[in-house]
């Protein structure tokens, strides 16, 4: 059994009194929602800090509203994962992201994991998501834990731990904004820019920021859209490639030309990848031209490379994106 390391735990009531109480007792706190991810991590000892402070308790984080005149569902950062899943508003609008969410590991788990808790959650490497046993016996851990070298790129000096929430390439290819409370106050972004490109601190959150919502616009003309998890079990597993697929089309137009695209890879490094250049390739062309399926997962399979920190040989979880992404494409015509 593998036991936790002591921490108190703080449980404030509103976003205010859980920004002070991370500033407070900075840089010792952590912030805990569902659990699901920060308590087997603190398991494996990858971090040891002396204060949680829970979300749990902050009802503002639990909103979910549509605002017709703005044009956008807003999703509180304290809603659960199973809530999404299941959310009338979310299936009518937001398929791909009731699909996302109601993949992520199991029943129990999205009972308990909140959508704050997915977007921040950390990034995944097969050489560090060990026991701190385990990890003495590679020659004493990594960069992301306590070694100085990284094994899935020996010559690097930057952590590509893989962000691997199932909900985060659905988000980005929507067009998400994320809305953050911190010490100086309210600020939001686009979801993309959000993330860089290093596993050992992959997001643009300050110190003491606090995820409190994500807002999506609503669509505002016909839309395909869909999202591709591959793992090895159908169940309680992180996905070793995801693609999020989207096309909006033109409603005057009997051929259902497509007039914007985006297409959004996850578990490549830490930072989720946009499939480049795909409106020179397909903006225009009906979505049921056969072309579009072959184009966009050439072009994802070109862009994409995965790499050796999650399991399973990255030239066949390369091939997952080709395939799977073709068949997805030829599946929503
Ligand atoms: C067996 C198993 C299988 C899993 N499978 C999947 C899977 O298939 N797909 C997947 O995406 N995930 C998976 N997970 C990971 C995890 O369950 C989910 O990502 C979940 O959504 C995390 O949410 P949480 O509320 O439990 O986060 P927590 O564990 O509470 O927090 C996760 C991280 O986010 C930070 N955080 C939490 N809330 C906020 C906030 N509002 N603002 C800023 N930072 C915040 C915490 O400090 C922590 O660093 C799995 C976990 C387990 C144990
Ligand atoms: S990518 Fe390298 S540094 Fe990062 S967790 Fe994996 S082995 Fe460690």
Not at 41 to 70: C, M, T, W
Not at 213 to 219: D, E, H, K, W
Request: net charge positive.
């Amino acid at each position: 059994m593998l036991r936790l390391p002591q921490f108190q735990v703080a449980t404030p009531t509103t976003l205010a009194e859980a920004v002070d109480l991370l500033q407070r007792n900075s840089p010792g706190a952590r912030l805990i929602s569902g659990g699901t991810d920060i308590l087997p991590n603190l398991k494996h000892f990858l971090d040891q800090p002396g204060l949680l402070v829970s979300l749990a308790r902050v009802a503002e984080l639990r909103r979910i509203d549509r605002d017709d005149r703005a044009g956008r569902l807003v999703l509180g950062a304290g809603l659960t994962l199973a809530e999404i899943a299941q959310h009338p508003d979310v299936r009518a609008y937001f398929p791909s992201l009731a699909k996302s969410a109601g993949l992520v590991a199991a029943p129990t788990i999205r009972n308990m994991a909140t959508l704050g808790g997915n977007i921040n959650l950390d990034t995944r490497c097969r050489y560090v998501n060990q026991t701190e046993l385990w990890r003495g016996g590679i020659g004493g851990g990594c960069l992301k834990s306590e070694g100085q070298v990284c094994h899935v790129v020996p010559t690097g000096r930057r952590c590509v731990a893989a962000m691997s929430s199932d909900n985060v390439p659905v988000l980005i290819s929507l067009g998400a904004t994320i809305h953050l409370h911190g010490p100086a106050g309210q600020r939001a972004l686009p979801l993309a820019d959000y993330f860089h490109a290093d596993g050992l601190r992959h997001t643009h959150a300050a110190p003491g920021e606090i995820t409190a919502a994500i807002s999506v616009p609503l669509p505002t003309s016909p839309r395909r859209c869909d999202y591709i998890k591959w793992s090895v079990r159908q169940s309680i597993d992180f996905p070793l490639v995801s693609v999020a697929l989207r096309f909006d089309l033109d409603a005057d137009r009997s051929d259902a030309a497509i007039t914007d695209v985006s297409v959004v890879a996850g578990v490549l490094g830490a930072k989720p990848r946009e499939v480049n250049k795909l409106d020179e390739l397909v903006v225009g062309r009906s979505f049921a031209d056969p072309s579009v399926a072959q184009i966009v997962s050439e072009a994802a399979y070109s862009q994409c490379k995965p790499l050796p920190n999650v399991p399973y040989d990255p030239a066949y979880r390369r091939e997952m994106i080709r395939v799977l992404t073709r068949r997805a494409i030829a599946a929503m015509v």
